[in-house]
């Protein structure tokens, strides 16, 4: 079974600053997907960033950038010139088309203050 | 990417009764799901909706509680049924386009919070 762990269940950033939000997971697929969802407030979801697993270059976003280290199993999110609108909660997700659905991690809840 | 939208947004029902949550897709997809998130929580999958069968349920979810239709590739309904106030919960409908550069990304409703009293 597919585990997506998120190991900072909150962080605070000053605006303009960076951040950098942790997920680790654990499977035993090679082709497989991972993604970084926001969700504000409103409760929206959004698609932030996705990374395909056979990509060794890692995904980039305008201000949002990924650091997928295969080997470690590893997939973080790097937030550039952080913006008040940055304030959400960002779930890790996983995706395999043998499972053929999304886990997601247990959250981190970004604040980006003045 | 596909804009969901569902409807009620949020609805207050009382111990017994049922809500019906319906969901459209703007786009033709090949699979929708449900899910529930518990506030500040991160999000549960109650089941995969298919279309023209029944749905395919995870575990600690059954048919009986959260019926689901899903009659054609752009629509899907969940019932929660005989509501308790352990139901209050946000419900979130999802799908994924399953083709073309978008087929492994998942896109979500604007979810519906139900208050069960």
């Known amino acids: 079974a597919q585990t997506v762990t998120q190991s900072q269940p909150e962080m605070s950033v000053q605006e303009a600053e960076t951040v950098t939000l942790s997920c680790t997971y654990d499977?035993?697929?090679?082709?497989?997907?991972l993604f970084w969802y926001k969700q504000p407030p409103s409760r929206q979801m959004i698609l932030v960033i996705r990374?395909?697993?056979?990509?060794?270059q890692n995904a980039t976003e305008n201000r949002f950038s990924v650091n997928f280290q295969k080997a470690a199993k590893s997939f973080s999110l790097k937030i550039s010139d952080s913006q008040l609108g940055d304030t959400a909660m960002y779930f890790c997700?996983?995706?395999?088309?043998?499972?053929?659905?999304?886990?997601f991690g247990t959250g981190t809840r970004l604040q980006v203050t003045l | 990417s596909a804009v969901i939208s569902q409807k009620p947004s949020r609805d207050i029902c009382q111990r017994g009764t049922s809500l019906t949550i319906q969901c459209q897709v703007d786009?033709?997809?090949?699979?929708m799901f449900w899910y529930r998130q518990q506030p500040g929580q991160s999000l549960t999958l109650i089941a995969t909706?298919?279309?023209?069968?029944?749905?395919?349920?995870e575990s600690g979810f059954v048919i009986d509680k959260f019926p689901i239709s899903r009659p054609n590739l752009t629509f899907s309904t969940l019932t929660v049924s005989n509501l308790s106030p352990e139901d209050s919960s946000i419900y979130l409908c999802?799908?994924?386009?399953?083709?073309?550069?978008?087929?492994?990304?998942?896109?979500f409703g604007p979810g519906t919070r139900l208050t069960v009293l």
């Open positions: 909706a298919n279309q023209g069968s029944e749905a395919t349920y």
């Open positions: 999802s799908a994924r386009a399953g083709a073309g550069r978008e087929r492994n990304e998942q896109f």
């Open positions: 499977t035993s697929e090679n082709n497989y997907y």
């Open positions: 997700a996983f995706y395999t088309g043998t499972a053929s659905k999304l886990t």
């Open positions: 786009s033709q997809v090949t699979m």
């Open positions: 990374q395909e697993a056979y990509k060794q």
